[in-house]
């Protein structure tokens, strides 16, 4: 199922008061008939999430003094994407940058599955190329994680 969530209102659904850069805000979906609606808590006016929300995360408010990242174009994010295929010491990366192109557009799942080697594994479709991808989904530690972020960041912004 696909929900539409919007960005943040950059203002406390229960408090109106405006949030501050850096400030750290709780954001919940919840169902309201046919729509998904987005509400977004300061700190002192967060009591949990409500009976029957969607989902709920904790996230802070950009600073003025953080920086956009500008990534790569979306035609060389996916020639990387595509070399890293067969490459089995960068799989976690692979997978990594399929989600990243997921997020943008580029790459749409069609299903997940198992791959030749009975791993789960996400089938992924890209229209811009029309051809069909399999990624093992290889869900990386924390610390290797921060890695891949800091490699991709490096390379492709």
Known sequence: MDYEIH???KRCSATDREFTPGETYYSVLVSEGDATQRYDYCM???GGPPEGAI???KSQMPSAASKKRHWAPNDVMLQFFRELAGR???EDTRYVLAL???????????ETGRD?????????YCPRLE?????PVVVPDAARAEAIQED????LE
Not at 131 to 135: C, G, L
């Open 152 to 155: 991709l960041a490096r390379l």
């Open 116 to 124: 030749e080697r009975d791993r789960e594994a996400l089938t992924l």
């Open 88 to 90: 089995e010491d960068q």
């Open 100 to 110: 990243l192109l997921v997020r943008r557009r580029v790459l749409r799942q069609e």
């Open 7 to 9: 960005r943040p209102s």
């Open 44 to 46: 002192d006016a967060w």
């Open 55 to 57: 989902g709920w995360w």
């Open 131 to 135: 051809e069909t991808f399999t990624v």
